[in-house]
């Protein structure tokens, strides 16, 4: 059974860098075409994708926050990372990772999200 | 960058009815590459369709999904009170990679 959970800090100063951690099991990112990505939801607002990083460690960021986005994997431990560089309150957020099971599919499992928020 | 734009913003219906939710691209898509989802409140999205077709496992039929190039649609027959949820629709792999619309509040 596929699981994903993502963690994190609930709160971060603005300017400060965020790390969250998706922690999955039921798959392996080792098995090809698996890829996990990361979107967010501001709150009452629409889903954003963020990041993904595939089974060949191939890496792929939004336009917009390219700049500020690092994913990684470390496949031994299931666990996926992403990091976002100079916060502000604007990106308060529910962070989500997902799981993608082939190329050219579509999110089939979700985390149940962490809410971040960007607040001195 | 494509743009999906779903409408209408809000739909309130009766039990039993039938919703139609529109979801327009900014440029022609693969139809192998559309998808839509269905978020409650507080939960994660769920995924209902991809393919712009085909029900992902677990989704009853009165779900179903169409459409081709830039105009895609999702219809919910028989509705049920536990159907209220916002809609989005997604492409996955243009560029950027992914894209989602901004949703459609489905209120019965």
């Known amino acids: 059974q596929v699981t994903l959970r993502e963690s994190g800090p609930a709160l971060v100063k603005p300017t400060q860098t965020l790390t969250l951690t998706c922690t999955f099991s039921?798959?392996?990112?080792?098995?090809?075409?698996?890829?996990v990505s990361w979107i967010r939801q501001p709150p009452g607002k629409a889903l954003e994708w963020l990041a993904l990083?595939?089974?060949?460690?191939?890496?792929y960021y939004s336009t917009s926050l390219k700049t500020r986005l690092t994913i990684s994997k470390d496949t031994s431990k299931n666990r996926v990372v992403l990091t976002m560089t100079n916060m502000d309150p604007v990106d308060t957020a529910t962070y989500y990772c997902?799981?993608?099971?082939?190329?050219?599919?579509?999110?089939?499992?979700w985390g149940q999200g962490t809410l971040v928020t960007v607040s001195s | 960058e494509i743009v999906l734009t779903q409408s209408p913003g809000t739909l309130s219906l009766s039990p039993g009815e039938r919703a139609t939710l529109s979801c327009r691209a900014s440029?022609?898509?693969?139809?192998?590459?559309l998808a839509w989802y269905q978020q409650k409140p507080g939960q994660a999205p769920r995924l209902l369709i991809y393919?712009?077709?085909s029900r992902a496992t677990g989704i009853p039929d009165r779900f179903s999904g169409s459409g081709s190039g830039t105009d895609f649609t999702l219809t919910i027959s028989k509705l049920e009170p536990e159907d209220s949820a916002v809609y989005y629709c997604?492409?996955?792999?243009?560029?950027?990679?992914?894209?989602f619309g901004q949703g459609t509040k489905l209120e019965i």
């Open positions: 997902a799981r993608i099971r082939s190329v050219g599919a579509p999110f089939d499992y």
């Open positions: 039921g798959f392996s990112l080792s098995t090809s075409g698996v890829s």
């Open positions: 990083i595939d089974w060949e460690d191939d890496k």
């Open positions: 440029e022609s898509l693969s139809s192998t590459f």
């Open positions: 393919a712009a077709s």
């Open positions: 997604q492409q996955y792999g243009g560029s950027p990679m992914y894209t």
